[in-house]
């Protein structure tokens, strides 16, 4: 065996799972956007056919989706991308509704002294441009 090869357990996908999620998960949104797309152009020089939009969206976006992800440099980029996501450390729900309560109380104060700089530059103008 060698050395840089990575046993794996049989039946686990790992990292190799959420490239495949994310993979179809552009293929669908490609499906969305070429069916709007399709039926659009096809409604500026004659009446859309919808089944028949949406059949060519559908084959169009599974082609692509096929090949890009047998693509050595598309699928290896994935990989790399899906393998950095999974070190990454995410916030607990605790963590999370602490920082969003720093974000309103920060937010709240700014808009407060913004808002008396606001009004002491309303009131300086307004004592300078009625004096003229």
């Known amino acids: 065996m060698d050395q840089h090869e990575e046993k794996k357990a049989p039946g686990v996908l790992g990292i190799e799972r959420w ?3 994310a993979f179809i998960g552009g293929a669908l949104l490609t499906f969305w956007f070429f069916d709007h797309v399709a039926v659009a152009t096809w409604g500026l020089f004659a009446e859309p056919d919808p089944t028949l939009a949406t059949a060519f969206s559908g ?3 599974v082609i692509l989706a096929v090949v890009l992800y047998r693509h050595p ?5 994935s990989y790399e991308v899906a393998a950095e996501l999974s070190k990454v450390t995410w916030p607990t ?8 309560l720093v974000v ?13 700089f606001d009004g002491a530059w309303s009131t300086i103008t ?3 441009y009625t004096k003229i």
Request: charged fraction near 10%; avoid cysteine.
């Open 104 to 116: 309103i109380v920060v937010s709240a104060i700014a808009a407060v002294i913004l808002g008396l």
């Open 93 to 100: 729900r605790s963590e999370t509704w602490a920082q969003t």
């Open 19 to 21: 490239v495949q999620f």
């Open 73 to 77: 440099q598309v699928h290896g980029f």
């Open 59 to 61: 084959v169009a976006a």
């Open 126 to 128: 307004d004592l300078l």
